[in-house]
């Protein structure tokens, strides 16, 4: 039987199962490979044929989590400047990268950037299709962001569009971890009340619901809201 070959992919993988899991049997096996293979390529001296950055996990998961967590301390003040994000991320790394190379960690978080931006975009959508409410999402403000929120598919049905939400943050919650996202909310301003015409939509979308699958939604969300807050920990 032929040995089996991993791509850069499958390392980029293992990590990112492991940064989420902390658990090396599922790492391995999000890469159908053996248990002490993803432990190989953890190490800090593998020698990696690709020469990738998704190696020393440990070390990783440090700087990862200290870069990101600079970042959002820079949006809870109400600095989105991106150029001051970089570099303050930068500053939180320790480890520099090879001659002209960003610094590995940084490779990292800009795929987790890019993610959490898709996520975040999905999430004004769906909350948008549900509420008529266009919130700010990067350079768009309002009016724009209106208009790119009716393209695409819409949400039509109240549970289905709930359960979106639910999914979606906890897709973000993985990106950026769910104490930073708590912390961050705390210094934002209060949100902005829904207005008579938002609350008519809801309405109509609720109706738009089978009874019993509603009864079921609400269970669901006030199990969610009856969760002590250390839960997101």
């Given at each position: 039987m032929p040995r089996k070959v991993y791509t850069e992919e499958h390392h980029r993988t293992a990590f990112e199962?492991?940064?989420?899991?902390?658990?090396?049997?599922?790492?391995?096996?999000?890469?159908?490979?053996?248990?002490?293979t993803p432990r190989r390529w953890s190490e800090k001296d593998f020698d990696c044929p690709h020469n990738c950055p998704y190696h020393n996990w440990?070390?990783?998961?440090?700087?990862?989590?200290?870069a990101l967590q600079v970042r959002h301390d820079l949006i809870a003040d109400g600095n989105l400047d991106p150029v001051q994000h970089d570099i303050a991320m930068r500053?939180?790394?320790?480890?520099?990268?090879?001659?002209?190379?960003?610094?590995?960690v940084m490779q990292v978080i800009r795929s987790d950037l890019e993610r959490l931006q898709h996520w975040e975009l999905l999430y004004s959508k769906v909350y948008f299709d549900l509420t008529g409410l266009a919130l700010d999402y990067g350079t768009l403000k309002e009016d724009d962001a209106r208009q790119q929120y009716r393209m695409g598919l819409h949400v039509t049905n109240a549970e289905a569009g709930i359960r979106m939400l639910k999914t979606i943050q906890d897709q973000i919650d993985a990106l950026q971890g769910a104490d930073r996202r708590n912390t961050t909310?705390?210094?934002?301003?209060?949100?902005?009340?829904?207005t008579l015409q938002q609350l008519q939509k809801m309405r109509q979308l609720a109706k738009n619901t089978p009874p019993q699958k509603l009864q079921t939604m609400m269970m669901v969300v006030d199990a969610e809201d009856a969760k002590p807050t250390s839960a997101a920990s």
């Open positions: 199962t492991w940064y989420e899991t902390r658990n090396y049997s599922a790492a391995a096996k999000a890469v159908d490979a053996n248990y002490l440990g070390l990783l998961m440090e700087e990862r989590d200290s500053e939180a790394v320790s480890s520099p990268g090879p001659r002209g190379k960003n610094p590995p909310s705390a210094k934002r301003p209060e949100r902005e009340q829904l």
